[in-house]
């Protein structure tokens, strides 16, 4: 079972993004890691919050849930026999839209 770890949220200007979703949520969003990609999101709690520089990316975009799966290609496969779409493979993570064309993400457990 895939279970939601993160959700993303593109912004315009990281900065006031940062300072709306600390101070609604009451906790900090810290700078990733590099492993991580690139922005920052909470550290505290179950379900992390996420922002990143809205960009033209497949997930620059819109907000997105990420599903932690315990093997990434196969819950791929999975998604495209299912109807849905993969927008952007990946080795860690893969960007996909569900059968109605709502984007979500898949990040390696």
């Given at each position: ?10 912004a315009?200007?990281?900065?006031r993004?940062?300072r709306?979703?600390e101070?609604?949520?009451?906790v900090?969003?810290?700078e990733r890691e590099?492993a991580e ?5 909470t ?5 992390a919050?996420g922002?990143?520089?809205r ?14 799966v ?15 779409e ?9 960007i996909?839209?569900?059968?109605e ?9």
């Amino acid at each position: 079972m895939a279970e939601l770890s993160l959700v993303e949220f593109p912004a315009d200007d990281p900065e006031r993004a940062r300072r709306f979703w600390e101070g609604l949520l009451g906790v900090p969003l810290a700078e990733r890691e590099e492993a991580e990609g690139r922005g920052r999101q909470t550290r505290e709690g179950g379900v992390a919050v996420g922002l990143h520089e809205r960009g033209p990316g497949p997930g620059d975009r819109f907000s997105l849930p990420y599903f932690v799966v315990a093997d990434l290609g196969e819950a791929v496969a999975r998604v495209e026999a299912l109807g849905g779409e993969v927008v952007h493979p990946g080795e860690r993570w893969a960007i996909c839209r569900d059968s109605e064309g709502s984007p979500f993400g898949l990040a390696r457990g």
